[in-house]
């Protein structure tokens, strides 16, 4: 199985912040790797897929990077509605296998 | 507008059966792999179960195979999680996917006795 090890769990950041969130795989992916959002109670919602494309409706301070094992997500100004708990999954093989998450505080 | 709603959730003993199901619209229903992801209380996201266009390839994540199974049907625009055997650790949210992108509200399993 490809681990997912993603890094930091959390972070506090302020408003207008850059912040950047890491995967790493345990074996290369290509860009088989997609970047969630996931507020309290709801569904997690789609931000990048295949590394770096930024899904339609999704503010273009969002924005991801990386190939084969190493992997990026940065939030190039950190807004108020981006407080919320982040996940990458690599989908390149089975058994899929998500990121533990980084949640994003003040 | 692209839409998936789940239900079937609900209180089970371990040892007991659920069928989770997961009504598709807004789209091609039968063009779409289709997926199953949880989520434990407190804990992150797994994927649980995907399933091609015309039900030929399926895939589970190992800690539920032999207990799960994906099916769907392309007439009614739904796939179904049957869930077997069920265990106090498969306590979580179910979401149903349309590949990797659009989720589901989910649906709450809790197994106890």
């Known amino acids: 199985d490809i681990q997912m090890t993603q890094s930091p769990s959390s972070l506090s950041a302020s408003v207008g912040d850059r912040v950047t969130i890491t995967c790493r795989a345990s074996?290369?992916?290509?860009?088989?790797l997609a970047w969630f959002q996931q507020k309290p109670g709801k569904a997690p919602q789609r931000l990048i897929y295949t590394a770096s494309y930024l899904q339609s409706g999704v503010p273009s301070r969002f924005s991801g990077s990386g190939s084969g094992t190493e992997f990026t997500l940065t939030i190039s100004s950190l807004q108020p509605e981006d407080f919320a708990t982040y996940y990458c999954?690599?989908?390149?093989?089975?058994?899929?296998?998500f990121g533990q998450g980084t949640k994003v505080e003040i | 507008e692209v839409q998936l709603v789940e239900s079937g959730g609900g209180l089970v003993q371990p040892g007991g059966s659920l069928r989770l199901s997961c009504a598709a619209s807004g789209f091609t229903f039968n063009a779409y792999w289709m997926t199953w992801v949880r989520q434990t209380p407190g804990q992150g996201l797994e994927w649980v179960a995907n399933i091609d266009q015309e039900e030929i390839e399926k895939y589970y994540v190992d800690s539920v195979k032999g207990r799960f199974t994906i099916s769907r049907d392309n007439a009614k625009d739904s796939v179904y999680l049957q869930m077997n055997s069920l265990r106090i650790e498969d306590t979580g949210v179910y979401y149903c996917?349309?590949?990797?992108?659009?989720w589901g509200q989910g649906t709450l399993v809790t197994v106890s006795s």
């Open positions: 996917l349309r590949g990797a992108q659009v």
């Open positions: 999954l690599q989908h390149n093989s089975y058994p899929w296998t």
């Open positions: 074996q290369g992916i290509r860009d088989d």
